[in-house]
């Protein structure tokens, strides 16, 4: 008995353990109210996807919360940056952020991607918002560009996926078309952002 007693203490230990150093590390946590956003692109608007089944919606539905989107087709960086004020008037607990894609395909300097997207992260923590960063690989951004969200992520305490088209990206019963995935790969994205919500305790 004493034993058994024992190896629940540990467990329990370990388990408090885990959330508070993974939760601690997060700037922002916890959410300062219910308003959570998705800003970015075409992938965060759901081209390719009919009504109710784009990421934003699929999203919603799998974490029970409503979901403002404010997504645009073809936005770069510096497109989120002008529009940004907009978002910050919502005044979000939670701002899930996808952007990049559009900067690599028009060769916009990773430099200028990664300031733009600081800039991003931080104007939304300035206002008290957690940031969840969402990575593009794959056949958009490519090897060169790999550690870029990785760094921003650790430098901004923000949780993270690394890529969001991950197993996706080349599969043609995933995908909408070259770049955008189906109703069926926007749930599967749904799905590994579902799990960061979980883990985080967003």
């Known amino acids: 008995m004493k034993i058994l007693l024992i190896f629940f203490v540990i467990l329990l230990g370990a388990g408090l353990w885990f959330f508070f150093s993974s939760t601690e590390t997060i700037t922002n946590f916890p959410p300062k ?7 970015g692109d075409s992938l965060i608007e759901g081209y390719g996807a009919s009504e109710g089944n784009d990421l934003v919606s699929q999203l919603s539905q799998k974490i029970g919360r409503p979901i403002e989107n404010f ?3 073809g936005n770069t960086t510096a497109d989120g940056v002008a529009r940004i ?12 952020l996808l952007l990049g894609g559009n900067d690599a395909l028009r060769r916009v300097p990773e430099e200028i991607t990664r300031a733009n997207l600081a800039t991003l992260i931080t104007r939304f923590q300035e206002r008290g918002s957690i940031v969840v960063l969402l990575g593009v690989r794959g056949g958009i951004i490519g090897a060169r560009r790999k550690d870029m969200y990785e760094e921003l992520s650790a430098q901004y305490k923000t949780p993270y996926l690394p890529d969001v088209l991950d197993g996706i990206l080349l599969n043609p019963e995933l995908m909408f078309d070259g770049i955008h995935p189906n109703e069926k790969g926007y749930g599967l994205i749904a799905s590994r952002i579902k799990k960061i919500f979980v883990e985080y305790n967003l």
């Open 71 to 73: 997504g645009i087709s």
């Open 85 to 96: 004020d907009k978002a910050l008037a919502r005044d979000p607990g939670i701002v899930i």
């Open 33 to 39: 109210n219910s308003t959570i956003i998705a800003f």
